[in-house]
């Protein structure tokens, strides 16, 4: 069994009188991928960002690696290891792609969590190479598809280094080509770094894809975590969100 990397235990969230999380628990083992499904309005993204440090829980605590991060802001928890992307993808549009991983790996360098003696111009080739981005190196990001401006927001959260990588809805928006490009991306990076990922996404095909574990939301509480085999067979996720079809059987 996976090490316990990230532990959330009992989050609530509210927004002025609406309740957005009660009760949530959920752990994230040493380089699994986990993926959270559910209905709009489920409490996917508040979720994220509570883990994040987006926004602190009501009640409730998150501990990484066995330390106590509740109450640190986001900023604290990128430097103890959180990576995250976005829905839309936020690059530096006016500038190249070089220059962005430029920024990126020079804001790591100053990082506690940098090793001596890292050389960015090689670093930044590697990741360049390993996103797929080295012919675009000199495109200037606002000008690139939607599916290249997501692979280099990606490329910037790993020059961070990161231990977990957070991803909300990594697949919003792109076709089925970038869809199955981004999955057998997110395997490689997954497979290479050993990275531990979470997951929101909405396409199916992806989700059962990737996850080694599924968690289900709705109304803000969690009915359900398991195996994607688990969960494919739980008739009440079924009912609320899955249906009874055998599209992903």
Avoid: C, W
């Avoid at 690139?144 to 957070?166: H, I, N, Q, S, W």
């Amino acid at each position: 069994m996976n090490t316990t990397l990230l532990d959330a235990r009992q989050l609530d969230k509210s927004y002025g009188r609406i309740t957005v999380l009660r009760d949530v628990s959920l752990t994230i083992g040493e380089g699994e991928s986990h993926v959270v499904i559910g209905p709009n309005g489920a409490g996917k993204t508040t979720l994220f960002k509570v883990l994040t440090g987006e926004l602190l829980a009501d009640r409730g605590q998150v501990q990484f690696r066995g330390e106590d991060i509740s109450a640190l802001p986001a900023h604290q928890r990128v430097q103890r290891g959180f990576g995250r992307t976005f829905q839309v993808a936020r690059v530096f549009g006016k500038l190249t792609v070089q220059d962005n991983l430029q920024i990126a790996l020079e804001a790591h360098a100053r990082s506690p969590r940098a090793q001596a003696g890292q050389h960015i111009d090689e670093r930044l080739s590697a990741l360049l190479q390993d996103i797929g981005l080295t012919p675009l190196r000199h495109a200037v990001a606002g000008s690139l598809a939607y599916g290249d401006r997501k692979r280099l927001e990606m490329a910037m959260v790993l020059a961070l280094e990161p231990v977990a990588l957070f991803l909300d809805e990594p697949t919003a928006g792109m076709s089925t080509a970038e869809r199955q490009a981004t999955v057998q991306l997110l395997r490689h990076i997954k497979n290479t770094r050993g990275l531990s990922l979470l997951m929101t996404e909405h396409d199916m095909d992806v989700v059962f894809g990737l996850a080694d574990r599924i968690s289900v939301l709705h109304h803000g509480q969690l009915i359900a975590s398991g195996s994607p085999q688990a969960i494919r067979e739980d008739q009440r996720v079924k009912d609320i969100y899955l249906g009874d079809d055998d599209d992903h059987a």
